[in-house]
């Protein structure tokens, strides 16, 4: 891989995107490479993502405006299609990704973070949808994702003046969850991805599937989504396991994800 770096901590994973001299911008080389890292994660081993941009600068400057401006409309599709698909992927992915925003995140970037799980930033963090300014709309989700995380009236403000905000309103807005100096920021990621990783990997994966597919439908059918997630986790070793070690007053021995 050129552009996206994988490295696999135990349970823990960190994709890096990692392309410094245009800011982390997303081509469709990067894009293709993160499809693929993604498919090669080994979901037996790894519990918990997470996504970061290469540098003290930038998490991801957004799609590649260089070789977005001479696409015709059909390349233009093609290429939304590529982002689209495995953006979806990153947010139906089976486990938790966390995005560790590491600087600008904006356009694509601000996208690609609203397609993980969870979101924590560095100081020096900037978001915005600013394609309102080069003639074009977010396109890889920023229209919906956005309203659904922050509110749609502060979402259409982001989008229609194409301001960008620092990481302290990011906080007080809901985009993220939490700031940190650019040092802290990866030991924290890695230090809820580990807490995520030592609890039941098929409860947490069927949280997920829960909150995702639920969101998307009314509430009763949200209701029988979390029902047949919550029946799925009885019998197996975790959920026995879990419950045994509540009821003999013991530790957990392991989560062995089965
Ligand atoms: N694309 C390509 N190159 C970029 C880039 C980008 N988005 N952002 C930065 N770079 C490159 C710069 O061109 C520069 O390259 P050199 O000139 O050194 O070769 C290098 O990174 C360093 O950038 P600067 O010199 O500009 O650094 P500064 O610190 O001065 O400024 C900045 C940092 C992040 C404020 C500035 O670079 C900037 O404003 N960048 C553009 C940010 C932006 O507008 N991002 C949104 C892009 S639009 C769609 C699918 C997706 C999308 C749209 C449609 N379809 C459905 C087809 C998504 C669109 C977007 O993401």
């Given at each position: 891989m050129e552009f996206v770096l994988y490295e696999q901590k135990g349970s823990v994973a960190v994709i890096t995107i990692s392309r410094e001299k245009a800011l982390n911008a997303l081509n469709s080389n990067v894009l293709k490479e993160l499809d693929s890292v993604l498919d090669g994660v080994n979901l037996e081993e790894v519990r918990c993502l997470i996504l970061t941009g290469a540098?003290?600068?930038?998490f991801v400057a957004g799609a590649d405006i260089g070789e977005m401006s001479s696409l015709t409309k059909a390349e233009g599709e093609a290429f939304g299609k590529i982002g689209n698909d495995v953006f979806r992927k990153l947010e139906m992915f089976p486990i938790p990704v966390i995005a560790a925003i590491n600087g600008f995140a904006l356009g694509g970037g601000c996208e690609i973070a609203m397609s993980c799980d969870i979101r924590i930033c560095s100081d020096n963090a900037v978001f915005g949808q600013p394609e309102v300014g080069l003639g074009?709309?977010?396109?890889?989700?920023g229209t919906q994702r956005l309203p659904r995380i922050v509110g749609v009236g502060m979402a259409k403000q982001m989008i229609y003046a194409g301001r960008n905000i620092k990481a302290d309103e990011a906080l007080r807005i809901g985009l993220v969850n939490a700031v940190y100096t650019l040092e802290e920021l990866m030991p924290n990621a890695e230090k809820l991805a580990q807490t995520i990783a030592k609890n039941a990997p098929i409860a947490v994966r069927n949280c997920k599937e829960a909150i995702n597919k639920g969101l998307d439908v009314d509430m009763d059918q949200a209701i029988i989504i979390e029902e047949k997630l919550f029946g799925n986790c009885f019998e197996s070793y975790d959920q026995k396991e879990g419950m045994a070690a509540f009821l003999e007053k013991r530790k957990v021995e392991a989560f062995l994800n089965r």
């Open positions: 540098g003290e600068k930038s074009i709309t977010p396109g890889f989700g």
